[in-house]
């Protein structure tokens, strides 16, 4: 599919390349490979037929007199000669495409910047084609007017005929009609006089491309979140109701003031939205911010209505309550994105005197005859015989009129037969009759196709039509162009696409297949049936998987032109993976974590590997499958730890053997009885706190654990910290520690020391200068 990512300009058309080409330039190119390109038409001209010549024809006629209203009692002097004696019929084919030779002149210079200047190997092949439209449409404006109008309105148009839908045929060609009235054809047959005629052509069209979406990843660090909401955010307001003096109120008043601004300031949670091009509006870009945040807001909710539990609680539950947060919010949508473009060229017509005479393109005719008037229809065949199947069209006509010199109301019955196997030859039809009111006819359409001896017949009767088109859809024909939607052909590298349909007119089933590849994304089927397809026909896609495997698709019934395949989403087992340990600072620092995860499916011999990275603590990666039993979920891992001094760490520790894992998430690496998050964001480092230091200090008799440690801050490392403790899964949580504020006489003050279990510790602003005793660990 094109995409609009390095376009370039060629021979004055813009050019773009297909999202699959790979990177071109100084390379070896891959033969048999065809590099893909899109080009862009200019503006809409007037079509020419197969002798170079303009489709382009205008009729101006004069009416009779005898047919004007007559002066008389009842018509007012101001209203006579207001009603037109003539007018005119302007029919002219209209296209949108690149020119022959300019494709020619495109291709040989994309070759040669593909390939370079040695381009004599024909494996090295370069593929240009036009922009495909999904869809549009066509209008034409005769000196500003387009029949759209109310009568009162127009001057030159009383109608137009053939603007609309675009058929895709050729090169978006449109046949148009347009009714003049006396002064539009007194204005038309001036144009020997125009460099530019007062015909204004403008196409309104679609079409696809691919654009690189955006990733969005959100996250939430739960238990650091939760903590420091319940830290920050609650207050405790006592005061004495006064009653007889006897009662006291305790009043707890939760102050939640912009909780997810606080978060995101502290780095506990965010977003981010990374566009990967330029093409994705800033409109985009903030409604997915908004997005996440929104799942922030829902979630910060959570943990600001869950109370922490008493000091002497058991706080089991409240890191079951973190771990099942953060397991399921932690995520990254990336989408790959295929955006519909408007193009909209207009142009006035300037080139229908191309090698033409005035008399070539203007007839003058005198419809004042005491006998019989006429009308001059235009018949044109809306087919592209050399695409199609068919190989000529027979269009007959059939009108009733008075038989002239016959007595009064003798008829005759007059047949014509417009033989057509070229979609831009325009025939005329001639029907007389006494009164231009009277002249209806029927006609039908005989299709015949090639290499077949059947035939297809169809038609319409009391016909009125001023220009008569018979448009390719009624030629008792399927044409349905089939491709690629979004598909990874790393995963699904082909389809076969299925046809079928039964043709009562034939007492016959027509059958094909198409493969689909990344050598073959489009194609298109074409059958005659002679028979209106009114019912439709019916498809089915089956798809290859990348390990050989069939997925088979259902037969499926439709009547649409134009078929796009999406791949289909298998089931899926997906695992999100993160990880746990010190990566920072103090002793025993880890440089990497590596994991290992296995999934097997013997009952369809099916086994996937997955090898994950970590460098960082805190962070997730997923791990994503596709499944052939969707009820088969079970997977194992095992990860090592290296640390940063070289000592290598395996778990489980006999080798071969892996842990079982937990349905849709675990954790890996280190695992710590304590950790405590320090901040230092109330610290402004005066002079009676140059340098903060905190002292921490855990003892656990009953497993003979014991560890002393110490975080220091300073206006240059204000950052947060974090103080673990490995300690025995089950042990005690409590520990000891002191805050101590260094003055720049070297004067040593701070508050007592604390224990206690609190998983965040706020560091406050230095108190007044007071001594203070060393604490624990000193």
């Known amino acids: 599919m094109l995409t609009l990512t390095n376009s370039f300009a060629v021979e004055g058309y813009t050019v773009f390349q297909d999202d699959t080409n790979p990177i071109i330039g100084n390379r070896t190119a891959a033969k048999n490979v065809p590099v893909r390109f899109y080009v862009l038409p200019q503006s809409p001209t007037i079509a020419l037929d197969d002798r170079g010549k303009p489709i382009f024809s205008l009729i101006v006629y004069r009416h009779d007199e005898d047919r004007l209203k007559p002066t008389d009692a009842g018509t007012k002097p101001a209203d006579v000669g207001k009603e037109d004696v003539g007018g005119g019929i302007l029919t ?83 046949a148009v009609m347009v009714k003049l009235t006396q002064a539009g054809a007194s204005l038309m047959s001036q144009l020997d006089k125009l460099k530019t005629l007062p015909i204004n052509v403008q196409y309104d069209l679609t079409f696809e491309h691919r654009l690189v979406g955006v990733t969005m990843h959100v996250w939430c660090d739960i238990t650091s979140s939760y903590v420091l909401i319940q830290e920050v955010s609650h207050t405790t307001d006592d005061y004495d109701d006064g009653y007889w003096g006897m009662s006291e109120n305790h009043v707890r008043i939760d102050k939640i003031t912009s909780v997810t601004e606080t978060l995101v300031r502290n780095k506990t949670a965010g977003v981010e939205v990374i566009p990967a091009t330029s093409e994705i509006e800033a409109e985009t870009l903030s409604t997915l911010e908004k997005f996440g945040l929104d799942m922030l807001n829902k979630e910060i909710e959570k943990a600001v209505q869950a109370s922490p539990p008493p000091a002497d609680m058991d706080r089991t539950y409240l890191t079951n309550y973190t771990s099942s947060m953060g397991n399921q919010f932690n995520m990254t949508l990336d989408r790959h994105m295929v955006l519909v473009r408007n193009f909209r060229p207009s142009a006035n017509i300037s080139n229908v005197f191309q090698g033409n005479t005035f008399e070539d393109l203007v007839a003058f005719v005198d419809l004042r005859t005491a006998f019989f008037s006429f009308l001059k229809i235009p018949i044109r065949v809306n087919a592209d015989f050399k695409a199609l199947l068919i190989d000529s069209v027979v269009v007959t006509v059939t009108y009733s009129r008075l038989r002239l010199g016959a007595g009064s109301g003798a008829r005759e019955v007059v047949t014509d037969s417009f033989h057509f196997n070229d979609g831009g030859v325009i025939q005329t039809f001639l029907a007389y009759a006494n009164s231009l009111d009277e002249v209806t006819y029927d006609w039908d359409a005989t299709v015949h196709y090639k290499g077949s001896t059947e035939i297809f017949k169809f038609g319409a009767k009391k016909v009125k039509d001023e220009f008569l088109v018979v448009d390719v859809g009624k030629l008792g024909m399927i044409q349905v162009e089939l491709g690629f939607g979004l598909v990874n052909l790393d995963s699904f590298p082909a389809a076969k696409v299925s046809f079928r349909y039964r043709s009562d007119s034939l007492s016959k089933t027509f059958e094909k297949d198409f493969k689909l590849s990344k050598d073959t994304e489009t194609d298109v089927w074409i059958e005659a049936v002679h028979e209106n397809p009114v019912n439709g026909y019916e498809y089915k896609v089956d798809w290859l998987r990348k390990d050989g495997d069939i997925l088979p698709g259902s037969w499926t019934k439709s009547s649409s032109s134009r078929l796009r395949f999406d791949a289909p989403v298998p089931d899926q087992l997906k695992v999100q993976v993160s990880c746990s340990g010190n990566f920072k600072d103090g002793p025993d620092q880890i440089s990497q974590i590596g994991v290992s995860l296995v999934y097997k499916d013997p009952g369809n011999n099916y086994s996937e590997e997955g090898q994950l990275v970590f460098t960082s603590e805190g962070s997730s990666q997923p791990w994503v499958l596709d499944l052939r039993d969707a009820n088969r979920r079970d997977y194992q891992y095992r990860y090592t730890i290296i640390y940063k001094d070289g000592m290598v760490k395996e778990f489980p520790e006999k080798a071969g053997t892996f842990y079982k894992g937990e349905p849709g998430f675990i954790t890996v690496g280190e695992k710590y009885v304590i950790r405590v998050e320090v901040f230092p964001t109330l610290l402004t480092y005066m002079d009676n706190a140059k340098v903060v230091e905190v002292d921490f200090a855990y003892v656990d008799p009953a497993n003979g654990v014991e560890e002393h440690d110490s975080l ?35 004067q040593v003050s701070g508050p007592p020391a604390v224990t206690q279990d609190t998983e965040v510790i706020i560091i406050p602003a230095a108190p007044p200068m007071t001594m203070t005793s060393p604490g624990p660990g000193r």
Request: hydrophobic fraction near 35%.
């Open 92 to 174: 002219f084919t209209v296209e949108l495409g690149v020119p022959t030779d300019k494709l020619d002149a495109i291709t040989k210079k994309l070759r040669a910047r593909t390939f370079g200047m040695d381009v004599s190997d024909p494996n090295l092949v370069v593929d240009v084609v036009p922009v495909p439209f999904l869809d549009g449409s066509v209008s034409v404006a005769v000196a500003g007017e387009t029949g759209s109008e109310t009568a009162a309105d127009r001057e030159f148009v009383k109608g137009a005929v053939g603007t609309g839908k675009v058929s895709g045929i050729g090169d978006n060609r449109k």
């Open 712 to 746: 220091v801050f300073t206006s240059a490392d204000n950052a947060k910290k974090t103080w673990r403790v490995r300690g025995v899964p089950g042990g005690s949580k409590r520990y000891t520690y002191q805050v101590k504020y260094f003055s720049t006489s070297g």
